[in-house]
């Protein structure tokens, strides 16, 4: 359902100016921790995560050879090296374990972490539209439920670490297997130190048709978070999975390093929608691939409010016959912030077809990139690919840039490119503006007009909140 | 107010693009009621002048404008707007994503001040698209994306027709306008236009009046009006054209000089 056709109030996002990130998501608890491990990263404050996990022997060996890849890796040559040269890795606590146990009922939570899930909207949210809820804090997850008819067809909706020791052989199968440990280095640290993070498995023809969501929360500075997420959708089964996160606003920084992989078998459906919306000190370096078998179809929609540096390109590959894959990504880069985001397709059998759609917003000295690369193999014939990149530059100071590449090895495929960068107009401005709409209100029209074709993919109560954050983030803007 | 105070005013007004002088001051009274044209020749100035009374933020202005005797001079478009404004423009902007429905609920209530009812809006809004002829699917297309010159024009009007404008600037309205379209458009325009209100169109050619009778015509020629007269005066400049003018306006000019 899409925002226009509630019509958008646009006073009242007017008054709405003077809120901010600040108050709204940027508080914290004071620290009351069961767990806090020091500063700084060595095999052994691996062996201690291990430790405190009980975990079986082979995770423990995946681990400690994920540390040695990831000391042995160097950092990106490519993207932006300022922002990352900031990255202090022995200044990030990489394990910290809340008070308390994990709860099925959020009366057990501790009373400040519900607090924190109640202002995020978290369990009015859960009562309204989801069929189940994982909230992490910290590293790890302090509530999780799930609707008892979905648990009783054998839907699977837990944190990770639940989900190692209650389906050892599911998740030994698949862990790795999409994004293997050495993939980059950023993959191989969350391999060394994850903690948290959703276990999914739907069963054969099995239709999830209301969203689960997982809520990831950073409170303390100088925080490490690095869930980690399994997916796997049964044949002919469906779900759709979303995901949020926000930080405490912090004068250091934070880092959060995801790993996230889907594996969508023969016909199966998985849409990944994400609303990532950090606070402005945290580092957002995310891997996220799927695996598309035949017929099956993979959805990421990727939305980057947040955070200081984002380097995020969500995968598919297409790996059966006629499977679809399809990327939707906003980006909004405030002044400060650089959201690097894309999008990668493998095609990697014939008669596959994916569809890439980016948008970015640069506002201020805000600067986006799109980074999307397209392969088409050489076995893989009758492949249909479109991509279209669509920048919206608001100031002067404002950046965008686009690098896509596309690799493809055979002729008889179709490949489509659209690339647009626009200013918000005088014109454009002056029309709205005649009619009576404010500036601000004008430029937010446009803005909002511009996220359009992503917003309506949203479930309504998403694309409520969206365009509300978009009118924070709008705030104060210089023409 | 009295039912001579004018609608609109502007005394000497003068129009600048950077140090470039585009109008060169001009004097207009509207008085209620009173449909006005401001006719002259391509690259007049006319449509800047429309542009700059709006509040168009590339001009300079210097003069006086009054809307129902208070100065607007000094205000932003949009204040000029919810005081009872309108331009209707030549080249409507398109605003991708924003549907028709969505764009009007909001600069109605912004010249509204206040809220309006869903079921209320959508009644008044479904009357204007009867009156304009305008096809249902619009209220879910995104503003003047991918309309016709035509379906642009009609979309204007049905706006002025819902704003429901004091004063209201028509910049070359008919343009682009098929003979059946033109009817319509002119119509709604008749329908706009109030006892109390005002219009100034500004056009190139006679086509529009002949459907929009005005009660003054004034030729405006290199940033100047100069000549004014009734309805006649449209006839003569169909007839004749601009050119029989232009040395009064040379003559005007030396005078002023000299």
């Known amino acids: 359902m899409s925002v226009n056709d509630q019509v958008t109030d646009l006073d009242r996002g007017v008054e709405g100016i003077g809120d901010n990130y600040e108050a709204k998501y940027g508080f914290h608890n004071p620290e009351d921790y069961m767990t806090k491990l020091p500063k ?59 008070k308390g146990e994990q709860a099925r009922n959020w009366d057990d939570v501790p009373e400040d972490i519900k607090n924190t899930f109640d202002r995020l909207g978290i369990p009015e949210a859960e009562r309204k539209f989801l069929a189940g809820v994982t909230a992490q804090y910290e590293s790890e997850v302090v509530y999780h439920s799930i609707r008892e008819d979905l648990e009783k067809l054998g839907v699977i909706f837990m944190d990770m670490d639940s989900g190692l020791r209650e389906h050892p052989e599911i998740v030994k199968k698949y862990f790795g297997t999409v994004i293997p440990t050495r993939d980059n280095k950023f993959s191989a640290l969350n391999t060394a130190c994850w903690s948290g993070g959703s276990f999914i498995y739907i069963p054969p023809h ?32 469906s779900v759709h999975y979303i995901e949020g996160c926000t930080a405490p606003t912090y004068s250091s920084d934070s880092l959060h390093s995801a790993v996230v992989e889907l594996i969508a078998m023969k016909d199966a459906h998985i849409r990944y929608t994400t609303i990532q919306n950090w606070s402005t000190n945290v580092f957002n370096l995310v891997t996220k691939r799927a695996h598309a078998h035949e017929g099956a179809v993979v959805e990421w ?65 805000g600067r986006s990139t799109y980074r999307g690369m397209v392969q ?104 | 107010m009295n039912a001579k105070t004018p609608v609109f005013s502007c005394r000497d007004v003068h129009v600048f693009i950077g140090d470039k002088e585009i109008v060169k001051g001009v004097d207009l009274d509207v008085l209620p009621g009173e449909k006005h044209a401001l006719m002259g020749p391509n690259g007049s100035g006319k449509s800047t002048l429309a542009a700059a009374l709006m509040g168009h933020p590339s001009y300079r202005v210097e003069g006086r404008i009054s809307l129902r005797g208070i100065r607007v001079d000094a205000l932003a478009p949009h204040e000029r707007a919810r005081l009872g404004m309108f331009l209707g423009f030549q080249y409507p902007v398109a605003v991708p994503g924003v549907t028709v429905a969505s764009y009007l609920r909001a600069v109605l209530t912004a010249r509204r001040g ?134 009064e306006t040379v003559t005007a000019a030396e005078g002023i000089s000299s």
């Open chain 1, 301 to 365: 929609v990727d939305g980057n409010l947040g955070s200081k540096l984002t380097m995020k390109y969500p995968s598919i590959v297409l790996k059966g016959e006629r499977a679809h894959g399809e990327v939707l990504s906003i980006a909004f880069a405030g002044n400060g912030q650089h959201q690097d985001a894309g999008a990668k397709m493998i095609h990697a059998a014939p008669n596959t077809t994916s569809r890439i759609v980016s948008k970015s917003i640069s506002k201020d000295g």
């Open chain 1, 40 to 98: 700084g990263l060595d095999h052994g404050v691996v062996e201690a995560i291990s430790q405190k996990k009980q975990e079986p022997e082979w995770m423990n060996t995946e681990r400690h050879k994920a540390l040695d890849i990831f000391m042995a890796k160097p950092m990106p040559t490519w993207g932006n090296q300022d922002l990352l040269g900031q990255i202090d890795f022995d200044n990030i606590h990489y394990y910290i374990r809340p």
């Open chain 2, 114 to 247: 206040h809220d309006i009812p869903v079921r209320e809006f959508r009644k008044e809004m479904d009357a204007a698209f009867v009156e304009l002829d305008v096809k249902k699917e619009f209220v879910t297309r995104y503003l003047n994306d991918g309309f016709s010159g035509g379906e642009k024009k009609r979309l204007e009007i049905l706006q002025m027709l819902m704003l429901q404008p004091d004063f209201a600037l028509l910049d070359e309205t008919d343009s682009g306008l098929d003979i059946d379209a033109l009817k319509v458009v002119s119509e709604g325009i008749n329908k706009a236009h109030r006892e109390d209100s005002g219009l100034l169109m500004v056009t190139h050619y006679q086509r529009i009046l002949d459907y929009v009778k005005p009660d003054v015509v004034h030729v405006f020629m290199d940033g100047r009006i100069v000549r004014s007269g009734g309805f006649e005066l449209a006839g003569e400049l169909e007839s004749r054209g601009y050119d029989w003018l232009l040395p």
């Open chain 1, 376 to 479: 088409i193999a050489r076995n893989a014939g009758g492949c249909k690919t479109n991509v279209e990149c669509d920048a919206l530059l608001i100031g002067d100071a404002a950046r965008s840039d686009t690098y896509p590449t596309m690799d493809i090895a055979r002729e008889d495929v179709q490949v489509e490119h659209e690339a647009r960068v626009s200013k918000v107009g005088e014109e454009q401005l002056f029309y709205l503006q005649s009619r009576g709409l404010s500036e601000d209100q004008a430029r937010l029209m446009i803005v909002n007009g511009f996220i359009e074709p992503f917003v309506k993919e949203l479930p309504m109560e998403y694309a409520v909140e969206l365009n509300r954050l978009i009118e924070l983030e709008m705030e104060g803007s210089v023409g």
């Open chain 1, 206 to 237: 099995t239709k999830v048709d209301i969203p689960l969501q997982a809520y990831f929360r950073i409170n303390a500075e100088n925080m490490g978070q690095f869930e980690r997420t399994l997916i796997i959708a049964d044949q002919g089964s």
